[in-house]
Nanobody, 129 residues
Framework: VQLQASGGGLVQPGGSLRLSCAAS????????IGWFRQAPGKEREGVSC????????YYAESVKGRFIVSNDNEKNTVYLQMNSLKPEDTAVYYC???????????????????????WGQGTLVTVSS
C-alpha cells in the first residue's frame, strides 16, 4: 500500500499547479484521500479531502474557491488543482488515505490528521516571484 504525491514546483503568485496522488497496492474507489500541507516552522494542516465512493469533498477556508480536488479512479489517482496561488500556499504537500467510512470528508480529514502515520516525502510547492 503506497501513496505517491507529485507535481510540485516553483510558480509565481497567481499561477496554477496540479498535484497528483497516485495509489498502488489498493484501489481508491471506496476510500478517502486527504491533502495536507506543512509550511516551514508550522504544523501540518489539512486542506482538502475527497470521498472517492461518492465524490463528496471538503476544503479548508484558506483554499476554498481556489483549489479543486478530483479523482480518476481508472488511473487510481487523485488530483489537487491549485489556482490563484499565493506565497502563503508555499509548503510540502502530502496525501493520505482513510479506510473507515465517516459521516463526511471533513471528519475523515480530521481522523487522518490525528492518526495517519504513513506520510511519504510529499511534494514541494513554492509560490514566489
Amino acid at each position: 500500500v503506497q501513496l505517491q504525491a507529485s507535481g510540485g514546483g516553483l510558480v509565481q503568485p497567481g499561477g496554477s499547479l496540479r498535484l497528483s496522488c497516485a495509489a498502488s497496492g489498493f484501489t481508491l474507489d471506496d476510500y478517502y484521500i486527504g491533502w495536507f500541507r506543512q509550511a516551514p516552522g508550522k504544523e501540518r494542516e489539512g486542506v482538502s479531502c475527497i470521498d472517492n465512493s461518492d465524490g463528496s469533498t471538503y476544503y479548508a477556508e484558506s483554499v476554498k474557491g481556489r483549489f479543486i480536488v478530483s479523482n480518476d479512479n481508472e488511473k487510481n489517482t487523485v488530483y489537487l488543482q491549485m489556482n490563484s496561488l499565493k506565497p502563503e500556499d508555499t509548503a510540502v504537500y502530502y496525501c493520505a488515505v482513510e479506510w473507515v467510512k465517516y459521516s463526511s470528508p471533513l471528519q475523515a480529514l480530521d481522523v487522518m490528521s490525528r492518526e495517519y502515520t504513513m506520510w511519504g516525502q510529499g511534494t514541494l510547492v513554492t509560490v514566489s516571484s
